[in-house]
């Protein structure tokens, strides 16, 4: 059953928050050189299915050019898709005019990496938040400032600081600001695209801790990408890992990190260096991954990861592995070697 | 199916390395103050800060931003503007003075007994030179060889630190290297000259994860090769606790902790350290809540009096007679462990440490 409101949304009884089918971004780009010819073709994301129930966090985690960012900005909208869907509320947005996306924009809000570029150094704190507030039609009868106010109180600032500028905040009291002007929507869902890698270490527990009594709190949906392994597995219910464009493994939080199918999973998890090694925890076996991530203009046939996989075989560079459960493990994995770490296997056995 | 050996992944276990205790300090850093004056005033980046670092041992220096642990570290190199920087103390290197060197003595010191490798490769390269000329221009100026041989050395360099094809390499720009390669010419060019004391500034924080457990394992064997001393500067308690030998923890421009690295990381007694701890989410175990610490560092305009920790000490209220207010706590061992020093007034931290702060670590 389809329903339309007010703001011009339709929703479908039953379909998830969100939902991307087999979504691709491809960026074109010149050759090389004075003489080049033809166009090369960025496979920045190259089909990147996933859900996001309302209430939800999903985190997703790759290394520098992996597609985590192009993904942030195909959810909301800031790219059109080359190819694929992206349902909100099962209604497809992927190609929707900017017109019809107006009231969607309210609902999925985005906070950026950079506390420092990502708020106008013109504007006050009020007028960023009360803008938020007046695009989308959001404020309420006791008045702009009294909403600005409740907000900033609500993202831990003093709400006397209303008519200061960004300059006058410390880093993470400026990331506070960018949430309150994303909460200023009260989105349904929030993409967080590095929210707290440029802050320090104590300042980033505080942003954290934030965002985790807002999602309890207000029940909003996160998708939250970091590339700190640590934070994602603290913030996130659900992890999906992402390698040159493809999503190579996902599943809930305990399975992806405690028992990894995927051989990348497996050596990105044991490159993470760990504290526990001098409280008596056992040094893990790093697996040394030799080379760089190949370039996606031309990435490797087949399976993307075989060019650095220790499994690889022949049938890895011929068949592009689905990404599918297998009959062990609780995540859905993208290898047709797949299987959990040696370790853990025999921890079972005994 | 292929045998099991085939399948196995390449794995390394770093072990730590054997202790050798009361080896002479070659590195020495005796009360450095580092200042810079400003039109809102003197901003005091380093206050007071001594530490001393053997030969073959890796001391991490730990802090947030603004905690003055780039600003020690480029002293050590002479690399401050004299004209705008006012330094006193002492940094003894290999027996040599740092502190009012000249400049002309800085140019043969710094290279060839001390070097530094910097965050961002993609800046600390010369975008319009070669790979190859970067490193021979820095191996001349302290070899009187002929060009073909310094770029012999190059090539040799390269393969050191693990760039493939070095012999291609070398002709190429930065541009055609990834990251993760940058930071390996950087490396090799730091150690083209067999400096003694290697600075490392942030080595690993623009790289990737599986990158970065390349560069920590290259700069753990080269170490073990060329036998220097390292600093590591960093704010990953995770990679210090896979690099380093000892710890120096540092907030508002000065140590408040140094001790070896399983001690400071196992159970630390400065409240920072704790707060640090606390702030960490872990990649293993059960998913804690986090304690962050509230507040955020001080101004090195206006630094707080007493112990600079105190606006944001949960603890201060445990020690009587305004003292965190008042008096600024010494570098001491605090407990009957001599082995490590901490500046803190608090009573018997390690008990607070085992009964308050070890439960509810993340």
């Known amino acids: 059953m389809t329903t339309t409101d007010k703001s011009g949304i339709k929703r479908v009884a039953g379909a998830p928050l969100l939902e991307l089918n087999d979504v691709k971004m491809h960026f074109r780009t010149k050759g090389e050189g004075l003489l080049a010819r033809g166009t090369k073709w960025v496979q920045a994301v190259d089909g990147v299915s996933l859900t996001v129930q309302p209430g939800e966090t999903l985190g997703l985690v790759g290394e520098s050019g992996c597609g985590k960012s192009t993904t942030a900005r195909l959810i909301t909208r800031l790219l059109e898709p080359t190819a694929g869907e992206i349902k909100y509320e099962g209604v497809d947005i992927a190609h929707m005019s900017e017109r019809k996306l107006r009231p969607y924009r309210r609902e999925i809000q985005l906070i950026f990496q950079d506390?420092?570029?990502?708020?106008?150094?013109?504007?006050?704190?009020?007028?960023?938040?009360?803008?938020?507030?007046?695009?989308?039609?959001?404020?309420?009868?006791?008045?702009?400032?009294?909403?600005?106010?409740e907000l900033l109180e609500v993202v831990g600032l003093n709400p006397e600081h209303y008519n200061r500028y960004p300059h006058e905040f410390s880093g993470g009291q400026r990331q506070r600001i960018g949430i309150a002007r994303a909460l200023a929507a009260r989105p349904k869902i929030i993409v967080a695209d590095e929210p707290v890698s440029a802050l320090d270490v104590s300042i980033q527990a505080q942003v954290m801790n934030l965002l985790e009594n807002l999602r309890k709190e207000l029940g909003i949906a996160f998708v939250f990408i970091a590339h700190d392994l640590g934070v994602v597995r603290h913030f996130c219910d659900r992890v999906a890992v992402m390698y040159l464009g493809r999503m190579v493994e996902e599943g809930p939080r305990d399975a992806l990190y405690e028992t990894p199918q995927h051989p990348y999973t497996q050596a990105l998890l044991s490159a993470v260096p760990d504290i526990g090694v001098v409280r008596g925890v056992p040094p893990k076996h790093r697996i040394r991954l030799v080379g760089d991530v190949p370039s996606p203009v031309d990435p490797p046939s087949g399976c993307r990861f075989r060019t650095r996989c220790w499994k690889a075989e022949e049938i890895c560079a011929t068949s592009d592995p689905a990404l599918e459960r297998k009959p062990v493990g609780d995540t859905v994995v993208a290898c047709h070697f797949a299987e959990p770490p040696v370790e853990s296997i025999v921890a079972e056995a005994v | 199916m292929t045998d099991q050996t085939v399948r196995a992944p390449q794995t390394v276990t770093r072990t730590p390395r054997a202790r050798a205790e009361g080896e002479e300090a070659y590195l020495e850093v005796t009360d450095l103050h580092v200042q810079f004056p400003t039109a809102d005033g003197k901003v005091q980046a380093v206050q007071g800060l001594s530490y001393a670092l053997p030969l073959r041992r890796t001391l991490a220096i730990v802090g947030e931003s603004?905690?003055?642990?780039?600003?020690?570290?480029?002293?050590?190199?002479?690399?401050?503007?004299?004209?705008?920087?006012?330094?006193s103390g002492s940094i003894?290197?290999?027996g040599k003075e740092v502190v009012g060197m000249s400049e002309k003595d800085l140019m043969s010191y710094r290279g060839a007994d001390a070097a530094m490798i910097f965050q961002d490769p993609q800046s600390s390269l010369h975008p319009f030179f070669t790979i190859g000329a970067q490193i021979t221009e820095s191996y001349r100026a302290h070899h009187n060889v002929s060009k073909r041989a310094a770029k012999a050395r190059a090539v040799d360099m390269l393969g050191r630190v693990g760039i493939p094809?070095?012999?291609?390499?070398?002709?190429?720009?930065?541009?055609?290297?990834?990251?993760g390669m940058r930071q390996r010419a950087m490396i090799a060019m730091a150690l083209v000259n067999d400096p003694k004391l290697l600075i490392a500034d942030e080595p690993t924080t623009a790289l990737d994860v599986t990158v970065q457990a390349q560069i920590l394992d290259l700069?753990?064997?080269?170490?073990?090769?060329?036998?220097?001393a390292v600093v590591f500067i960093t704010h990953d308690l995770g990679v210090v606790a896979e690099i380093a030998d000892d710890i120096l923890v540092m907030y508002g421009g000065n140590a408040v902790e140094h001790g070896p690295v399983e001690k400071i990381l196992g159970s630390p007694l400065?409240?920072?350290?704790?707060?640090?701890?606390?702030?960490?989410?872990?990649?293993?175990?059960?998913?804690g809540p986090l304690h962050p610490i509230p507040g955020s560092p001080p101004s090195l305009l206006a630094m707080p009096s007493g112990c600079a920790f105190h606006p944001r000490c949960e603890f201060r209220d445990r020690v009587g007679g305004d003292l965190c207010r008042t008096l600024k706590p010494e570098l001491i061992p605090r407990t009957a462990d001599q082995g490590r020093t901490s500046r803190c007034h608090l009573k018997e931290p390690d008990k607070v440490f085992e009964t308050e702060v070890l439960p509810r670590l993340p």
């Open chain 1, 115 to 149: 506390p420092y570029s990502s708020l106008n150094p013109r504007h006050t704190v009020g007028t960023i938040v009360g803008t938020a507030l007046r695009t989308h039609g959001m404020v309420p009868k006791g008045g702009e400032l009294k909403r600005v106010q």
């Open chain 2, 66 to 87: 603004g905690s003055g642990k780039s600003v020690s570290s480029m002293a050590i190199l002479g690399l401050h503007d004299r004209k705008s920087t006012w330094i």
């Open chain 2, 92 to 94: 003894k290197v290999g």
């Open chain 2, 165 to 179: 094809n070095p012999s291609r390499r070398v002709d190429q720009y930065p541009h055609e290297f990834s990251g």
């Open chain 2, 219 to 228: 700069i753990a064997d080269l170490q073990r090769d060329f036998g220097s």
């Open chain 2, 270 to 287: 400065h409240p920072y350290s704790w707060g640090l701890l606390e702030s960490i989410p872990a990649v293993s175990g059960t998913p």
